[in-house]
């Protein structure tokens, strides 16, 4: 679930920076369901896609935190 969650993130933020044929690879890759070649993909066309997945794991880790301390004083 989480994974999952981290992979929309970064999809979402880097989709719209690749041009419209790296968008169509990307899109074949995504559907082909092979998780490993999405990664390499992304690893080879994003030089700091380290840095950007601890962005957003950072930012899915609070948002995550914010929701169970919403939940607890409910």
Same mark, same amino acid.
């Given at each position: /679930? %989480?994974? $999952? #969650?981290?992979? !929309?993130?970064?999809?979402?933020?880097?989709?719209?920076? %690749?041009?419209?044929?790296? /968008? /169509? =690879?990307f $899109?074949?890759?995504?559907? *082909? *369901? $092979?998780? =490993?070649? @999405?990664? /390499?993909?992304?690893?080879? !066309? @994003?030089?700091d896609?380290? =840095?950007?997945?601890?962005? +957003?794991?950072? *930012?899915?880790?609070? +948002?995550?935190? #914010? %929701?169970i =301390?919403t939940?607890?004083?409910?």
């Amino acid at each position: /679930q %989480f994974t $999952d #969650s981290l992979l !929309k993130r970064l999809v979402l933020r880097l989709y719209d920076k %690749f041009s419209a044929e790296e /968008q /169509q =690879e990307f $899109d074949r890759l995504a559907n *082909g *369901g $092979d998780s =490993e070649k @999405v990664n /390499q993909f992304l690893a080879n !066309k @994003v030089p700091d896609l380290d =840095e950007i997945r601890n962005e +957003e794991m950072r *930012g899915l880790a609070e +948002e995550m935190k #914010s %929701f169970i =301390e919403t939940a607890k004083t409910q």
